[in-house]
């Protein structure tokens, strides 16, 4: 079964860069990357997104090499209260049909 | 302008019962899509619709059906429910198909199942 994969859980000092990335083998052709947020008890917050090359607004940038099998999140000088869990979400093309895929989540851990 | 709201908040139900959740999207938006969240499975999609249309389905059993109406929102039903529905359930509403737009999510709806 076609899925994305992303690291478990990182750690980072406040003031660091923050490098995540997500792994989609069978991204579909035409469909986005998107990347969202989601502290405890609350619903996924969208951060931002991307179909090729790079995008940057004003809290993140979003690297995407040319095959778009992979993607990566990039978050400057991090705080505290980016300790949340981010996903990654594309659409997936199988023999299945097109299917709308999270990420497992990275757990990210900013520390003083 | 209002956000993605969810009912009930909170559910308790029995196995072998079933379930019906509601979602309202935010005004304008014609896509909803569901998600349930489980420690150990992350968030599962479970399907989208798009101006009263199912685009597309996750790898759920057919106990799980959905529906949207014509002023876009959309419940999920569950029937006989098994104790391994115990999830949150998310509903998040868009522009356009939930992969080409941002998605905004509701609250969700706990339901435990005893």
């Known amino acids: 079964l076609a899925k994305t994969t992303q690291p478990i859980s990182m750690d980072s000092y406040e003031g660091q860069e923050v490098n995540i990335t997500c792994s989609h083998n069978?991204?579909?052709?035409?469909?986005?990357i998107t990347w969202y947020q989601q502290f405890p008890s609350q619903g996924p917050r969208f951060i931002i997104q991307g179909y090729k090359t790079k995008v940057t607004n004003e809290v993140a940038s979003l690297f995407i090499p040319a095959d778009r099998k992979s993607s990566t999140l990039s978050l400057p000088r991090v705080s505290l209260s980016d300790t949340a869990v981010y996903y990654c979400?594309?659409?997936?093309?199988?023999?299945?049909?097109?299917?709308?895929?999270f990420g497992a989540g990275t757990r990210l851990f900013v520390k003083a | 302008k209002a956000g993605v709201t969810q009912t009930p908040r909170y559910l308790i139900k029995t196995r072998g019962q079933q379930v019906t959740l509601s979602c309202s999207p935010i005004?304008?938006?014609?896509?909803v899509s569901w998600y349930q969240q489980t420690p150990g499975q992350g968030l599962q999609f479970l399907f989208e619709y798009f101006s009263e249309t199912q685009r597309n389905k996750g790898n759920f059993p057919g106990r799980f059906s959905g529906r949207q109406f014509s002023n876009s929102r959309s419940e999920m039903n569950v029937s006989t429910l098994e104790l391994g529905d115990s999830a949150l359930y998310l509903c998040?509403?868009?522009?356009?198909?939930?992969?080409?737009?941002?998605?905004?999510f509701g609250p969700g709806t706990r339901l435990t199942v005893t």
């Open positions: 979400l594309v659409g997936d093309e199988n023999t299945g049909g097109f299917k709308t895929i």
């Open positions: 998040a509403s868009s522009l356009g198909l939930a992969t080409d737009y941002e998605q905004y």
């Open positions: 005004s304008g938006h014609r896509s």
């Open positions: 069978n991204i579909a052709t035409n469909d986005y």
